[in-house]
């Protein structure tokens, strides 16, 4: 949930007071000190700050959403959700600096890790079916569009899954790439 340095800064915080408890004597507080200090170690470890990426992505800051997921230590410590996390969020950082493949690569393992609701799933294929339909591969687009349309969705994504089906739609009798005007609209 929190920066890089806001984690240090409370790791430091948490030694410097152990230190003092410790030259006083206090040793309960010592040991709670140490406790929380392993605490927020373990929690770095295991979560990194893929909450604060995710928050500037959903705020549409690919820079700050980028910055932020490379704070991550390293990606097997992270836990199962946030592994797929990480690369959903991946996805979308690789989607704004045009690495289009990698991203499909990102969506896909976001999707073998886990995510937390099936709305975020909708939305993983939702984009992959953008993808696939950027690269003229209508048939897996729809696909993808049928596995977004099980998941639990909210309504708004479902509307966005009919538009991308309205222009796939008209992708069949069209030889430009329509697919490419609809996501330079939308983002």
């Given at each position: ?19 003092i408890?410790?030259l006083?004597?206090k ?9 929380l ?6 929690n ?13 992505m959903?705020?549409?800051d ?5 910055k932020?997921l ?16 990480y ?5 979308y950082?690789?989607?704004g ?7 499909v ?7 073998d ?12 294929y939702?984009?992959?079916?953008v993808?696939s ?5 209508l048939?897996i ?12 969705i ?5 509307d966005q ?12 009798d ?5 697919m490419?005007?609809?996501?330079s609209k939308?983002?």
């Amino acid at each position: 949930m929190f920066s890089k340095t806001i984690r240090i800064l409370k790791i430091v915080l948490f030694i410097f007071f152990t230190i003092i408890f410790v030259l006083l004597g206090k040793v309960p507080e010592s040991i709670l000190l140490i406790a929380l200090t392993l605490l927020n170690i373990y929690n770095w470890i295991r979560y990194g700050s893929i909450n604060v990426s995710l928050r500037y992505m959903k705020k549409n800051d690919l820079k700050k959403a980028k910055k932020y997921l490379n704070e991550t230590i390293k990606i097997d410590w992270l836990s199962r959700t946030y592994k797929g996390y990480y690369y959903f969020i991946k996805a979308y950082v690789e989607i704004g600096e045009e690495n289009l493949s990698e991203a499909v690569n990102c969506y896909e393992k976001a999707l073998d890790y886990g995510l937390r609701t099936e709305n975020d799933e909708g939305i993983v294929y939702l984009q992959l079916a953008v993808l696939s339909g950027i690269s003229g591969k209508l048939d897996i687009a729809t696909d993808f569009l049928k596995k977004a349309k099980k998941k639990k969705i909210k309504s708004q994504l479902l509307d966005q899954i009919q538009r991308v089906e309205e222009v796939l739609e008209k992708q069949k009798d069209s030889k430009e790439n329509l697919m490419i005007d609809y996501l330079s609209k939308i983002t």
